[in-house]
């Protein structure tokens, strides 16, 4: 099993296929760079999964 970045860049959440809390979490803590002046442009996966994540109905409608 490959784990971290090769792996996420190959699935859409972080359990593969469903959107679970564990992807929930992991977008407020991708959310805390901006406020730590962290350009995560630097890391295209975790980018990548931050932009689909916030695609989200519910989050977008909340604004995160």
Do not use: N
Not at 32 to 38: E, F, L, M, N, S
Request: neutral net charge; aromatic residues 10%.
């Amino acid at each position: 099993m490959r784990r971290g970045t090769q792996r996420l860049g190959d699935q859409p959440f972080l359990l593969e296929q469903s959107f679970s809390v564990a992807d929930a979490y992991q977008s407020t803590i991708l959310g805390w760079t901006k406020h730590g002046d962290i350009d995560l442009a630097r890391w295209p996966v975790p980018t990548a999964y931050a932009a689909r994540i916030a695609e989200r109905p519910a989050l977008a409608a909340e604004g995160l």
